[in-house]
């Protein structure tokens, strides 16, 4: 079965302090943003992470649109993440989506998960299979809550966000 795949990185260590800072959506969440080019693992040989998706101007690093991943094919996608949080100690809620759409006001997220502050770091992988399609970009938001719901800009300190599209996808005759 042939797989199309991209894969984004963006780490703090490498980005430079404050270069993620955590801005919420309307609804709550931010949407975690990708340097474009070859940074670390970041893969993109089908160019699903191109500045010039989705506008007539190209996208920049750290703007909304360097969150989406735009679906070469359609197919049967693969989505997986990992968020790293910086530590402060304090009790947190720490939630995190995969979404069609993203920046639409009428996007669909799936795949909403919560967890609360363990000790030590806050890190954690995601995994979540649905279809795509070219033309409807995924992108991954995630959001920091503390009491009463009270949204926090806790900073990340790392994040990967990769698409695995299967396009042989066998139909029963």
């Known amino acids: 079965m042939a797989v199309a795949v991209c894969s984004l990185v963006w ?3 490498r980005s430079g302090p404050g270069s993620q800072r955590i801005v919420y959506d309307s609804d709550g969440y931010h949407l975690v943003r990708f340097p474009y080019g070859a940074v670390d693992e970041a893969y993109d ?3 699903m992470h191109d500045p010039a998706n989705g506008g007539g101007r190209p996208s920049t690093f750290p703007d909304a649109r360097s969150g989406l991943i735009w679906p070469s094919h359609h197919g049967w996608g693969v989505l997986s993440a990992m968020v790293f949080w910086a530590s ?3 009790p947190r809620e720490y939630r995190a989506r995969f979404v069609r759409n993203p920046l639409s006001a009428d996007y669909d997220s799936t795949a909403t998960t919560d967890h609360a502050t363990t000790a030590g770091g806050q890190y954690r992988t995601y995994l979540w299979q649905m279809f795509v399609h070219p033309g ?9 809550r503390g009491t009463g719901d009270a949204r926090i800009r806790a900073p990340l300190t790392f ?3 990769k698409l695995a599209i ?5 139909r029963p005759p």
Request: net charge neutral.
């Open 88 to 90: 402060d100690g304090r």
């Open 166 to 170: 299967h396009i042989d996808v066998k």
């Open 159 to 161: 994040a990967e966000f």
């Open 11 to 13: 780490s703090a260590e």
């Open 136 to 144: 409807t970009p995924v992108g991954l938001k995630v959001s920091a």
């Open 45 to 47: 040989p089908w160019k």
